[in-house]
């Protein structure tokens, strides 16, 4: 007899699908059993027209390997398009277990040039992305008495990065989203959580000061050791009954390593009987305190090893 699948009789809605990550996700959780709404834009990286799109093509691999599978090809940024993906899931498959919220973009920009439309397009297309879908399948999810969320955060937002901030804000947003939708639906038995990725996709970085035949030979060391295939287990494990006690947390995965970020909570504390002025703060509080101050690490800093 074939063993139960994690993922059997789910029905699991993956944002981004068409490529990276989300197509990871999408592919393992249709292979652990799940019916799977395929969403992606559409847009191919060269932009050239395809007989399939993205999203399409993901469907029909899927459908070849056995598994069930539709395209949605709406955009995350827009609230009646995020309520149509979560009603051609519920028209087609019955229900919606799960959302994956993995579709993304980035406009990097320094911040003293970063323009109003890039921010705000980032903005949209994470923060009220993440926001559109889980609202969309809350309802779902309190009528039913159940139901998972996943997002995809960064450690350009939890550790921090340059040129990002506008990618930095709309992570850390989607961290504050999750945590609070674990806390407003858990009488549900809604959960909701995030995941910082490190794969070798299309908004992999480039290494400054390295030559091309260099460059080659890093970027093929991190296509083979940092695929987005391997951030799907945890990504599917979190949509799964299999963890159904694990809410509001912070995970993160790169190569064959998991992670579990802290969140934030006091460090240290000082009184003054007399209440404080900005002197007697600046002569007691700023030496109490300056050792433990975050230090100005960036991503690469904190993960000063490769993944294996
Ligand atoms: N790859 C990494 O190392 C990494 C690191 C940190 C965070 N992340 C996050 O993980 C997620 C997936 O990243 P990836 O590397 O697979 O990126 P990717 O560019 O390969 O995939 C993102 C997909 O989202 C789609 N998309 C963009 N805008 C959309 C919209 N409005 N509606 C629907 N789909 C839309 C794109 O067409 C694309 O296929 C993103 O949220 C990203 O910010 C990735």
């Known amino acids: 007899m074939s063993q139960a699948r994690t993922m059997d009789g789910k029905v699991v809605i993956v944002t981004g ?5 989300g197509k990871a996700i999408a ?9 799977v709404v395929v969403n992606d834009l559409g847009v191919s990286l060269n932009g050239e027209k395809q ?31 995020a309520q149509r993906m979560v009603e051609q899931a519920v028209d087609t498959f019955g229900r919606i277990d799960a959302v994956v919220n993995s579709a993304g973009i980035l406009r990097d920009a320094i911040f003293h040039k970063l323009e109003p439309a890039d921010f705000e397009s980032v903005i949209r297309v994470h923060l009220f992305g993440a926001y559109n879908t889980s609202r969309a399948a809350a309802s779902h999810f309190r009528a039913q008495g159940g139901g998972a969320l996943v997002h995809m955060t960064s450690t350009s937002g939890l550790i921090g990065g340059l040129g990002q901030a506008n990618y930095a804000a709309a992570k850390m947003g989607i961290v504050g989203l ?22 070798f996709s299309r908004m992999i970085e480039s290494v400054p000061g390295l030559s091309p035949e260099e460059q080659e030979r890093y970027l ?3 296509r083979q050791t940092t695929r987005p295939e391997q951030i799907a287990p945890l990504a599917v494990l979190l949509c799964s009954d299999q963890a159904k006690d694990v809410s509001g947390q912070i995970f993160g995965a790169r190569g064959n390593e998991v992670y579990l970020y802290n969140q934030p909570r006091p460090i240290r504390t000082l009184q003054r009987g007399e209440g404080w002025t900005p002197s007697t703060l600046a002569e007691q509080m700023i030496p109490a305190w300056r050792t433990s101050f975050t ?5 690469k800093d904190v993960f000063g090893w490769e993944a294996i």
């Open 17 to 21: 699908a068409g490529g990276g990550v």
């Open 27 to 35: 592919l393992l959780a249709a292979a652990e059993g799940a019916k």
């Open 51 to 81: 007989a399939l799109s993205p999203a399409e093509q993901v469907v029909q691999a899927i459908q070849t390997a056995g598994g069930q599978a539709i395209a949605n090809a709406d955009s995350v940024a827009d609230w009646d398009s």
């Open 178 to 199: 999750s945590r609070s939708i674990s806390m407003d639906m858990a009488r549900f038995g809604v959960r909701s959580n995030c995941i910082a990725p490190h794969a």
């Open 220 to 222: 093929e060391k991190r």
């Open 295 to 299: 230090p100005a690490e960036r991503t």
